[in-house]
């Protein structure tokens, strides 16, 4: 029997995790919008029609809430990869970690559409969200702390970002979770503050360079 050998490299392109990433995300957020369903009955009245959206009330904010967060998430995933040119093993294995949270968001989001008020659908959700977030900062930590991986383009402009913005999605989780407790509807609309987080955090450019940025 032939042994097989293997060309392996220290570093190279993350062409393809991009686009395996980009493709999770995408059907992601597609999947999201799957738990709204059009009633199917004929000659339904408006009547019949207004009670029937009112019952989808809480599919439609997990569908707004989770795609927010979600659309947020991926595009912090691109700002970490435009950063640098390149990959390694590492940042491939971390990457699918974050995948595998990203894939669980509809479900956990639908979890909040078939059980309105139930507070363990909001942990879940909550706890699928945070464990995402986390994922993702221990991704983008990883990557951007190499740095020989960092792209020198004069077009482009290091941003510094404050500790309390970076670990915004694990702290909104927690919170989440404890006002689930007291509150489900503040629970999820807390998760509003997360894609708000730009206005904030990425609106003072820094001219130092990209190694003070750590």
Same mark, same amino acid.
């Given at each position: 029997?032939?042994?097989?050998?293997?060309?392996?490299?220290?570093?190279?392109?993350?062409? =393809?995790?991009?686009?395996?990433?980009?493709?999770?995300?995408?059907?992601?957020?597609?999947?999201?919008?799957?738990?709204?369903?059009?009633?199917?009955? #004929?000659?339904?009245?408006?009547?019949?029609?207004? #009670?029937?959206?009112?019952?989808?009330?809480?599919?439609?904010?997990?569908?707004?809430?989770?795609?927010?967060?979600?659309?947020?998430?991926?595009?912090?995933?691109? =700002?970490?990869?435009?950063?640098?040119?390149?990959?390694?093993?590492?940042?491939? =294995?971390?990457?699918?970690?974050?995948?595998?949270?990203?894939?669980?968001?509809?479900?956990?989001?639908?979890?909040?559409?078939?059980?309105?008020?139930?507070?363990?659908?909001?942990?879940?959700?909550?706890?699928?969200?945070?464990?995402?977030?986390?994922?993702?900062?221990?991704?983008?930590?990883?990557?951007?702390?190499?740095?020989?991986?960092?792209?020198?383009?004069?077009?482009?402009?290091?941003?510094?970002?404050?500790?309390?913005?970076?670990?915004?999605?694990?702290?909104? #989780?927690?919170?989440?979770?404890?006002?689930?407790?007291?509150?489900?509807?503040? #629970?999820?609309?807390?998760?509003?503050?997360?894609?708000?987080?730009?206005?904030?955090?990425?609106?003072?450019?820094?001219?130092?360079?990209?190694?003070?940025?750590?």
């Amino acid at each position: 029997m032939k042994t097989l050998h293997l060309f392996l490299k220290r570093a190279h392109r993350h062409d =393809r995790l991009c686009a395996v990433a980009d493709g999770v995300y995408a059907i992601a957020l597609t999947l999201l919008v799957l738990d709204l369903k059009v009633p199917e009955v #004929a000659g339904i009245t408006n009547r019949q029609l207004t #009670a029937d959206l009112y019952h989808q009330i809480p599919n439609f904010v997990a569908y707004v809430i989770g795609f927010l967060v979600v659309a947020f998430f991926w595009m912090n995933h691109h =700002r970490i990869f435009q950063s640098v040119t390149v990959c390694d093993e590492r940042a491939l =294995r971390l990457n699918l970690i974050h995948l595998l949270f990203i894939s669980l968001a509809p479900y956990s989001a639908s979890l909040i559409g078939h059980y309105e008020g139930d507070r363990i659908a909001t942990i879940i959700f909550s706890a699928n969200l945070g464990l995402a977030s986390l994922s993702l900062i221990g991704l983008g930590q990883y990557v951007l702390a190499k740095e020989e991986w960092r792209r020198d383009d004069a077009t482009g402009t290091w941003v510094k970002v404050p500790w309390w913005s970076v670990y915004a999605g694990p702290l909104l #989780a927690l919170m989440s979770i404890v006002v689930s407790f007291v509150s489900i509807d503040a #629970a999820l609309m807390l998760w509003i503050l997360l894609p708000l987080r730009d206005l904030f955090a990425l609106d003072r450019r820094s001219s130092d360079s990209p190694s003070a940025n750590n």
